[in-house]
C-alpha cells in the first residue's frame, strides 16, 4: 500500500503539470481556434531559458523566473500571434495547423543550435533544500507540492478568467465570429494577443516545472506535449475542468506503469508509449464538436496532363543519370538520398493534396517500408521491394480504420500518435516470433541494407542506387498523375471538398480513405527501402516523428496538389542543405532551421512553390529557341565535366546561369508576342481548340452554382 500511495503522489505531480500544460492548450483553441502543436516547444525552449539564466548565468531564482514568466513568455506568446500566426488567420484550418508544426520544427531546431545536445544539462527541483514530509506512508517533495498547488491555481484562475470577466468572454467570442464581436466595439486582436500570452506563460510554467524530473533534451521535452495532447481531447479541446480530469489519467498511468510494470525486454517502450496510446483511444472514443473556428480554404488542385506528367519523369531520369555521372562516391550518398525522400514527400500529395487527409506519420511509414527491405531482401531479392510496398500500405489501411471517424486537427493528432507509438516501442521491440514466424525489426540498434539485384544487375553501387531512386521516383509520379486524372482522383477530390456530400451522393468513406491511406503508405514504404538502400545502414531514429517534420514541411511549401512536389520536396530538403554545409560547415545549425522557416513562410505563398515556379519557367518551355538552347549548353557543361575540364560547382552555376537567363528571355519574347483573347466559356470549341482542363473548369462552375 505505501508503494502504492508513493506512486500516487509521484503520479499526480506530474499530472498537474499536464494540466497546466494542456490548460494552456484548450485556452488557445478556445479563444483563437489554431490548435497549436508547437506549445511544447514553447516550455521546452522556457526551461531552457531558464536553466541559462539560473544554471548558466547564476541569476536568482525569483528574477530568473519573473523574467521567463512575466517577459519572455509574453513577448514570445506576441510574436507568434503577430508574426506567425496573424497572416494566415485567413487561410484555413490545414495552413494554420502547418504553421505550428513549422514552429514546433524551428524552435527544436533553435534550441539545440543554442545549447549543445551532446552537453548534460540539470536542473534542481524548487525546494530541494527542504526535507519532504509525509502524507500517511507516503512521502512529498515540495517541488511536487508546489506542482499540485500551482495546478489547482491554474484551474481556478482560467474558470474565473473565462466565465466571469469580460474579457474572458470576448476571448471566447472571438472565434465563433470576429467581425460580430468587432461590431460589438470588442477587440478580437486584442483578444487573441490576450490568449497567446496566457497560453504562452502556462507552457512556460509546466515547462519549469517538470524539467527537473527528466533530462534537458529538446525533443524529449517538446514531445512530452503528448501527454498534454491527451489530457486536452479528454476536455475536448474546450473543457478546463476535464482537461485536468485527463491529466490525472495520464499522470497516474506513466507512474502506475512505471511501478507495476512487468520487467522484460518487449515492454519498457509500452511506458513511454502509454501517453500516444491513451491520445488514439481517446480520439477515437469521445465525440468531437465541429472544430472551432474551421473554415475550409480549398484551392484547386491541378489536373497533370498525360504528355506533361511523361515529359515530367523523363527530365526527372535524366536529372539522376546526371548526377551519377558528375557526383563522387561521398556526394552520391549524401545527394542521392534527394530521389529516395522524394518518393517519400510525393506520398503527401494524394493523402493530403487530392484527398485533404494530414497525416504526420508518412516518414514511419517509410520506415516499416525500410525495415522490411532491409530483412527480405537482404540478398538482394527484388520481390521484397514489392513486399515492402505492400506491408507498408497495409499498415497504412490500418491506420485509416480507426482514424476513418478523425479529420483535421483531430486527424494529425491521430496520425502524430500513431508515429509516436512506433518510435517509443514498436521499433525498439527485440525479435519476437508471431504465429511461428520470426519478425525482426531494427534489433534495437541499426540494420545493414542492401542494394537491389534487377535481371542479374547488381544495384551495389551509389550511383546504380541513385540512378534507380530516380526512376522509381518517376514511375511514382506517373502513379499519381494517373490517380488525379482518373475517377479515383476525381472521388477524393469530391472527399476533400465535402466528406457529408461525397456520402450523400453514394460514395463509401471508408473505401476512399482505407485506399488513399493504403496508396500514400505503400509509396511512403517505397521511399523508405530506396532510403535504406543509399545509406547501407538504418536506425528508428531515422524514421521518428521529429524526423518526419521537415519533410512534411518542406512537402506543403512545395504544394500538395502537383506532381512534381516530389522531386521539389527531395530536391529543396537534401541539395541547398548539403551544399551549405559543405561551403560553410559553421551553417548546420542554421540549415537545420530552414525547414520550419520555410513553413512560417507558407502564409506569403499558400498555393506552393511548385505551382510558382511552374508557371515562371513555363515560358521557357514553350519557346522554340529557347529551350533547345538551354539543352545545348547543358549538354556541353556536361561533356565538360565528364572531361573533369571543370569541377562540380562551375557545372552547377553555369548550368543555373544559363536557365536563369534563357527563361528571362524567353518571358520576354512571349510577353512582346500578341496575347490570345478572352474567349467566353460559350465559344470553348468553337473560337479556339477545347483544352483538356475545360471539363472540370465547367464542372467546378456548375457546382459552385
Keep these: 500500500m505505501e508503494q502504492f500511495l508513493t506512486f500516487g503522489i509521484v503520479g499526480l505531480s506530474t499530472a498537474a503539470i499536464y494540466a497546466v500544460i494542456g490548460s494552456g492548450l484548450v485556452l488557445t483553441y478556445t479563444t483563437t481556434g489554431v490548435f497549436n502543436f508547437a506549445h511544447g516547444a514553447a516550455g521546452m525552449l522556457s526551461a531552457f531559458t531558464y536553466w541559462q539564466l539560473t544554471g548558466g548565468w547564476g541569476w536568482p531564482v525569483p528574477v530568473a523566473l519573473a523574467v521567463v514568466l512575466l517577459v519572455l513568455a509574453p513577448a514570445f506568446g506576441l510574436f507568434v500571434e503577430k508574426v506567425v500566426l496573424r497572416p494566415v488567420q485567413a487561410l484555413g484550418e490545414a495552413e494554420r495547423l502547418v504553421m505550428t508544426v513549422a514552429l514546433l520544427s524551428g524552435l527544436i531546431a533553435v534550441a539545440r543550435w543554442i545549447w549543445d545536445p551532446n552537453v548534460p544539462r540539470t536542473l534542481p527541483t524548487f525546494f530541494a533544500d527542504r526535507k519532504p514530509f509525509h502524507i500517511g506512508s507516503a512521502v512529498v517533495t515540495w517541488h511536487q507540492a508546489l506542482t499540485m498547488t500551482v495546478a489547482v491555481l491554474v484551474a481556478v484562475g482560467l474558470r474565473i478568467l473565462l466565465y466571469r470577466t469580460r474579457p474572458g468572454a470576448e476571448m471566447r467570442a472571438t472565434v465563433d465570429d470576429r467581425a460580430l464581436v468587432g461590431l460589438t466595439g470588442a477587440h478580437p486582436v486584442r483578444a487573441n494577443k490576450t490568449a497567446w500570452i496566457l497560453g504562452t506563460q502556462l507552457a512556460a510554467i509546466g515547462g519549469i516545472l517538470i524539467a527537473p524530473t527528466v533530462t534537458l533534451d529538446a525533443a524529449q521535452l517538446s514531445l512530452l506535449i503528448v501527454s498534454a495532447y491527451t489530457a486536452a481531447i479528454f476536455g475536448r479541446l474546450r473543457s478546463v475542468p476535464l482537461t485536468f480530469v485527463g491529466a490525472i489519467v495520464v499522470g497516474c498511468m506513466e507512474s502506475y506503469l512505471t511501478g507495476y510494470l512487468p520487467q522484460n525486454a518487449y515492454l519498457p517502450g509500452l511506458r513511454l508509449a502509454a501517453p500516444a496510446l491513451l491520445l488514439f483511444v481517446a480520439l477515437l472514443a469521445f465525440p468531437h464538436r465541429r472544430l472551432r473556428g474551421r473554415d475550409r480554404k480549398l484551392r484547386p488542385v491541378p489536373v497533370p496532363t498525360a504528355r506533361g506528367t511523361a515529359v515530367f519523369a523523363v527530365c526527372v531520369v535524366a536529372f539522376g543519370a546526371v548526377l551519377a555521372s558528375v557526383l563522387g562516391e561521398a556526394d552520391l550518398i549524401t545527394y542521392g538520398a534527394m530521389f529516395s525522400l522524394g518518393v517519400v514527400a510525393l506520398s503527401y500529395v494524394p493523402l493530403a493534396g487530392y484527398a485533404g487527409q494530414i497525416s504526420l506519420c508518412q516518414l514511419s511509414m517509410a520506415g516499416i517500408g525500410a525495415v522490411v527491405w532491409a530483412h527480405l531482401g537482404a540478398h538482394g531479392e527484388f520481390w521484397a521491394l514489392g513486399a515492402a510496398i505492400l506491408v507498408s500500405a497495409v499498415a497504412g489501411a490500418v491506420v485509416a480504420l480507426p482514424a476513418l471517424r478523425l479529420s483535421g486537427v483531430y486527424l494529425a493528432l491521430g496520425t502524430a500518435a500513431f508515429a509516436v507509438v512506433l518510435d517509443r516501442w514498436i521499433f525498439t521491440l527485440p525479435s519476437f516470433h508471431l504465429f511461428g514466424m520470426p519478425i525482426a525489426l531494427f ?106 517534420l521537415p519533410v512534411f514541411l518542406v512537402a506543403v511549401v512545395g504544394g500538395l496538389g502537383a506532381v512534381g512536389n516530389g522531386l521539389f520536396a527531395g530536391t529543396a530538403y537534401i541539395g541547398p542543405t548539403n551544399a551549405l554545409v559543405a561551403v560553410a560547415p559553421w551553417a548546420q545549425n542554421l540549415v537545420a532551421l530552414l525547414p520550419g522557416l520555410a513553413g512560417i513562410g507558407l502564409g506569403h505563398n499558400p498555393d506552393g512553390i511548385v505551382v510558382r515556379f511552374r508557371r515562371e519557367w513555363e515560358p521557357l518551355g514553350r519557346d522554340r529557341i529557347a529551350l533547345p538552347g538551354l539543352l545545348c549548353v547543358l549538354a556541353l557543361l556536361w561533356v565538360l565535366r565528364l572531361g573533369d575540364l571543370i569541377n562540380g560547382w562551375t557545372f552547377l552555376g553555369c548550368s543555373v546561369a544559363a536557365g536563369v537567363a534563357l527563361r528571362i528571355w524567353a518571358t520576354a519574347r512571349q510577353t512582346a508576342a500578341p496575347t490570345e483573347p478572352e474567349v467566353p466559356v460559350e465559344w470553348w470549341g468553337l473560337r479556339r481548340a477545347w483544352r483538356p482542363e475545360d471539363r472540370e473548369v465547367l464542372a467546378r462552375g456548375l457546382a459552385a452554382d
Design 443 to 548: 534489433d534495437q540498434g541499426s540494420v545493414d541494407v542492401a542494394g537491389p539485384r534487377l535481371f542479374g544487375l547488381e544495384l551495389d553501387t551509389a550511383a546504380r542506387q541513385l540512378v534507380f531512386a530516380a526512376v522509381c521516383l518517376a514511375l511514382a509520379s506517373l502513379v499519381v498523375a494517373a490517380v488525379r486524372r482518373g475517377r479515383f482522383g476525381r472521388r477524393l477530390i469530391a472527399l476533400r471538398d465535402s466528406e457529408a456530400a461525397y456520402a450523400t451522393l453514394g460514395g463509401s468513406l471508408l473505401r476512399a480513405k482505407v485506399l488513399v491511406f493504403a496508396l500514400s503508405s505503400g509509396i511512403a514504404g517505397l521511399g523508405g527501402a530506396l532510403y535504406g538502400m543509399q545509406q547501407r545502414s538504418i536506425t528508428a531514429d531515422q524514421f521518428n516523428l521529429v524526423a518526419g
